[in-house]
Each structure stands twice: as C-alpha cells, then as structure tokens.
C-alpha cells in the first residue's frame, strides 16, 4: 500500500509555469507507475502525464505535450509535474495516482490506478 501527498498549487498568470510534487510513502514505490490526472467541475477526471515504475519513458496527451513532463526519483518516494506555459483552461485539481505493477509500464486510465492523492488546486488567471 502506498500513500500519496501532492503539493505546489496555487494561483499563477497565464504563461507561467508550476512545479507539482507527489511524494508517496511506502518502500517500494519502485514499483509503482505513478499518473498525474487533473479535474473541474462537471468534467470526468483526465490524464495529464504518467511514468513507468522505473522511469525513463513518460506518456503525455498530444495536445500537453511540450508544456507537460512528468519525472521520478524512487530514491526521494517523489514524482514532479512541471507544467510550462499555462493557460486558463489549465485551471483544475490536479491528482497524483499510483498503482502496483510488475510490468515496466504507464497506465493512462482512471481506473488503473488503485491509490490516490487528495489533490492540489491549480488556478491561472488571464
């Protein structure tokens, strides 16, 4: 089992850029892959980044890539969410999630993933 805390939002301009932090507890979340979802009011939860156990290759939606990327250190129980260029329409609760796998894999589906943070605000004004 795993416990997730997730860290760094808050009110910026358009344009700038933020850094979310998931740190989970646990000792072996090496072999966790690790998503970052965000969501809004009326909307269904949506994937904005995930990462495999071990690192290395990361999964982004085509239309955040280049703004969104997704890193680990297993070392520091921490994955980052560094976000460039936000825009409005990033506004949301953003989500770190976690899951168990003996696969090198990513998962990009809500339903993936068993444990959950409690998520941190993200607003950009205009």
């Known amino acids: 089992q795993v416990r997730l805390a997730e860290s760094g939002g808050g009110l910026v301009q358009a344009g700038d850029s933020l850094r979310l932090s998931c740190v989970a507890s646990g000792r072996t979340f090496s072999r966790y892959a690790v998503g970052w979802f965000r969501q809004t009011p009326g909307k269904e939860r949506e994937v904005v980044a995930a990462i495999r156990p071990s690192g290395g290759r990361t999964y982004a939606p085509d239309s955040l890539k280049g703004r969104f990327a997704i890193s680990r250190d297993n070392g520091k129980n921490t994955v980052v969410l560094l976000m460039n260029g936000l825009k409005p329409e990033d506004t949301a609760v953003y989500y770190c999630?976690?899951?168990?796998?003996?696969?090198?894999?990513?998962?990009?589906?809500?339903?993936?993933?068993?444990?959950w943070g409690q998520g941190t605000q993200v607003t950009v004004s205009a």
């Open positions: 999630a976690a899951q168990w796998t003996e696969f090198s894999n990513y998962y990009t589906a809500v339903h993936d993933y068993a444990y």
